[in-house]
């Protein structure tokens, strides 16, 4: 017995001096994210580079709730970082004033919100504003079901229709863009917050059409086909060059990170912050968006270091804005 006590207190006195000498154990910090589906490419992809190179110090979660869906948690103090395919609209800001939370907007990239198509479909190359219109408005529903009723040329194939959930900012943006109206659309089609399963119905269903964001069209080019879409100055298919000129209009859109103000201290969240706007723009190239011009990442990182909370939209939809158009506004608290 009195051995196996001696044997004890030399494993303890070993187990004790090994610790030292490795010197302390560092608690692991979690940063974490939610919100737009969109985004989430963006924000996995970062997350995955800033937790390799804190080697395990730092975990970074990221969920997929949909923009309003990821402000609704932000606003409720629940994550540290918000992602959204649209800005901040007036009963979100009005929550978080409620909450005490405020936040520094900073747009991250440019998307090319796409339609498209099943690679069967050979009767639909390019679409007007109007037949988005005739398609997807409240008063379509039971009556525009084929797509002989968008154009006549067209054949009598049902048309079959996926598209982003209400709690998605892609939902909102998508809306207003095209029926005029954030939220305005017809309710039999079939909706997510998750692109993937967008992306399965459309590959799956030979008369659909889908609207998503290019990153989720981009992997499946090869089993859907993206159709161009007509403005008014004629068909333009979506592109990182025809986002960067301002051709494909209005279905360009701002990509955004809304970090909690009062989070900024923790060391970590200010590495990450810095990380995404200083070395995100491969990442984001990888993930088939758009990056932002050097010089706005430099603007963005001088705002988020000086903590220039609010938001630089009036809390309602705008669509169509050019690059330079949404880098010209500045945060109104």
């Known amino acids: 017995m009195q051995k196996l006590g001696i044997a004890l207190i030399a494993n303890t006195f070993l187990l004790t001096a090994s610790l030292l000498v490795a010197g302390p154990v560092l608690a692991q910090t979690t940063i974490k994210i939610d919100g737009s589906s969109t985004v989430f490419p963006v924000a996995e992809a970062v997350a995955e580079e800033f937790q390799a190179l804190k080697k395990g110090q730092t975990r970074v979660t990221v969920g997929i709730a949909g923009t309003g869906g990821g402000f609704k948690k932000f606003c409720r103090g629940e994550i540290d970082i918000s992602n959204a395919s649209r800005p901040i609209l007036k009963e979100e800001m009005d929550a978080c004033k409620a909450a005490g939370i405020s936040y520094i907007e900073l747009p991250i990239a440019f998307d090319a919100l796409t339609l498209a198509v099943h690679p069967q479909n050979t009767w639909v190359k390019d679409m007007t504003l109007a037949d988005l219109k005739k398609i997807w408005s409240p008063e379509s529903q039971g009556?525009?079901?084929?797509?002989?009723?968008?154009r006549p040329e067209w054949p009598d194939v049902p048309l079959k229709l996926y598209g982003a959930g209400a709690d998605s900012g892609t939902f909102d943006y998508f809306t207003e863009a095209v029926n005029g109206k954030a939220k305005s659309i017809r309710a039999d089609y079939t909706p997510s917050e998750d692109d993937n399963v967008l992306v399965q119905g459309i590959e799956n269903d030979k008369g659909a059409l889908g609207f998503i964001p290019y990153a989720y069209y981009a992997p499946h080019?090869?089993?859907?086909?993206?159709?161009?879409?007509?403005g008014g100055k004629g068909a333009v298919l979506p592109s990182e060059k025809t986002v960067i000129d301002g051709s494909y209009a209005p279905l360009s859109r701002p990509l955004f990170i809304y970090v909690k103000a009062s989070e900024t201290k923790r060391p970590e969240i200010k590495e990450f912050v810095e990380f995404f706007l200083t070395k995100g723009e491969p990442l984001i190239q990888e993930v088939k968006y758009v990056p932002l011009p050097k010089s706005a990442y430099v603007t963005s990182l001088a705002r988020f270091?000086?903590?220039?909370?609010?938001?630089?939209?009036?809390?309602t939809p705008e669509v169509g804005l050019s690059i330079a158009q949404i880098l010209a506004k500045k945060p109104v608290h």
């Open 305 to 315: 270091t000086a903590g220039e909370t609010g938001t630089g939209f009036g809390g």
């Open 221 to 230: 080019a090869k089993r859907m086909k993206a159709l161009g879409i007509d």
């Open 143 to 150: 009556k525009v079901m084929s797509w002989k009723d968008v």
